[in-house]
């Protein structure tokens, strides 16, 4: 710990150029939660710029014929899954005790493929989760100048660096959890520079949500970047979805991990646009919350939800729009049958600059009349009653939204602590992320500013040790890992190497 504490304090001239280079490049205007969102930020969603067409055209060229029956096949998926789900609701969504995950049942690993979303009970003992809602309203207590959204009744604080966020994703637990829910990702290339039993640990914000509140309704969404998902220079670099592009998406495989390596998820530098790999976001319950108490919906479709939003914006509604070449619809034409029939539906002759609920810098967003076919209004799924300490964590391709209101009694608390793996690129952000924890500034993907660097009661780095022991150290970049370990694969092998080497622990 002590060769970490003086590589942060005192690192030599080539780290600590590329510390600050990077945290240069990392800082972005002040903001909260609600300039990630266009729907928050009160801004209209329209067509975007001509290069959109040009990039849509592009994507489907010479196979425009196996795209359009695609979408036939995918509708009619649609419309014989969305209403099970319905019928379901929350006992669609696979749950696990943490006692349990050594050796998880069958019907849970194959639930968790298909939905992309699970809770793990009792993760952190739930009076201790309890006490540390405690502790962090007394850290905001002591720091009443702590920004967060709406400024007028806070829910959402700009806060990453408080003792209990630290030591909750330093829990042996909890890294344990990570490790088994990212386990179900896999590679075709047992050689590629990734471990994902080596989660690295990145800085999210806290929500405590209280009786009443209806102003943080974010509406459903994908985090990870928007028209990144359609672009060559995002998503397109590891073709990640060019089963979709080409008509096939059947064979889209959302667990494959080797193709998301090369992403770039964050072209526009987004206030809290994601810039690191998560494959699972995540959070962790402080609060007893049920369903319309303030709590996450989730659209448990997963790869097939994942090609109807990125299909919709080559096809158009020959009857039932609002205008001609209108995108959408009014809400009981949305909600008719003869309007969602697949004949009435028609791939674009010209591909229009339409991304539907994609605006660059901005999560993607999506509604039930953008989006008609995925009857969001319905298959939106409450996550079951969470307790103090249980985890919830979704595929990072998952639809994903809030209450509109929060009508239940109590707080609706949880810490957001997604499970992201060891890759070069998320060696890379740990680096910069590394930086401003030493700084107390803003986590880098985050809104800037001067954070948390004049707070009362900061964990400082040199209290790390104490606080989370090495392998929580490990996970912030503090202190380097074991490459040399025994049961490695080549691939993790090598990438705990080139994570030491930028991390700065040797040349």
Not at 223 to 229: A, F, H, I, M, Q
Not at 363 to 387: A, D, K, N
Request: proline content about 7%; hydrophobic content about 35%; aromatic content about 8%.
């Amino acid at each position: 710990m002590l060769s970490a504490l003086r590589t942060i304090r005192s690192p030599s001239r080539r780290v600590t150029t590329q510390l600050r280079t990077a945290a240069t490049q990392a800082q972005k205007r002040a903001g909260d939660i609600s300039d990630a969102f266009v729907s928050l930020s009160g801004q209209d969603f329209k067509p975007l710029t001509p290069e959109y067409a040009d990039l849509k055209g592009r994507l489907i060229r010479g196979h425009e014929s196996e795209v359009r029956e695609s979408w036939e096949r995918l509708l009619q998926h649609l419309r014989e899954e969305i209403p099970l789900i319905v019928e379901l609701g929350s006992k669609v969504i696979p749950e696990i005790d943490f006692k349990d995950i050594d050796n998880a049942p069958e019907s849970f690993s194959n639930e968790l493929r298909k939905r992309g979303v699970a809770v793990v009970r009792g993760v952190v003992p739930e009076q201790e989760a309890l006490q540390w809602k405690e502790d962090l309203r007394e850290y905001i207590r002591q720091n009443p100048q702590t920004k967060a959204f709406p400024a007028d009744n806070p829910q959402v604080f700009e806060l990453y660096w408080s003792r209990i966020q630290l030591l909750a994703r330093g829990s042996p637990n909890l890294l344990k959890t990570h490790r088994f829910l990212m386990s179900y990702w896999h590679s075709t290339n047992p050689h590629i520079p990734l471990s994902t039993q080596h989660p690295i640990s990145y800085a999210d914000r806290l929500r405590m949500r209280l009786p009443g509140d209806a102003k943080f309704a974010l509406g459903p969404h994908v985090d990870g970047g928007s028209v990144e998902r359609w672009d060559e220079r995002g998503y397109g670099l590891g073709k990640v979805y060019d089963s979709v592009w080409k008509g096939k998406w059947e064979d889209f495989d959302p667990w494959e991990a080797s193709c998301r390596l090369p992403v770039v998820s964050d072209l526009h530098q987004g206030v809290g646009a994601c810039s690191a790999f998560r494959m699972f976001q995540g959070w962790l319950s402080l609060s007893t919350t049920g369903p319309f108490e303030g709590t996450l919906l989730v659209n448990p479709l997963l790869a097939k939800a994942t090609a109807y939003y990125l299909l919709r914006p080559f096809f158009s509604p020959k009857r039932g729009a609002v205008s001609p070449g209108a995108q959408t619809a009014s809400e009981a034409t949305s909600n008719s049958a003869a309007f969602l029939a697949s004949d009435n539906w028609t791939m674009d002759d010209t591909p229009t600059p339409w991304v539907h609920g994609a605006t660059p810098g901005h999560g993607q967003e999506l509604s039930h009349l953008l989006h008609p076919h995925l009857h969001l209004q319905q298959s939106m799924i409450h996550m079951p009653t969470v307790r103090p300490g249980d985890y919830v964590a979704w595929h990072c391709d998952t639809i994903h939204s809030v209450d509109k209101t929060h009508a239940g009694k109590s707080d609706s608390s949880v810490l957001y602590i997604p499970a992201c793996p060891m890759t070069e690129d998320n060696a890379k952000y740990l680096v910069r992320q590394r930086e401003n924890f030493v700084g107390g500034t803003p986590s880098p993907d985050f809104g800037g500013g001067v954070g948390e660097s004049e707070h009362v009661g900061r964990v400082k780095a040199e209290d790390m040790l104490g606080l989370v022991g090495e392998e929580g150290c490990r996970a912030m970049g503090l202190m380097e890992w074991d490459s040399d370990a025994e049961g490695l694969t080549p691939g993790q092998r090598v990438i705990l190497d080139r994570a030491n080497k930028i991390l700065g622990f040797y040349d």
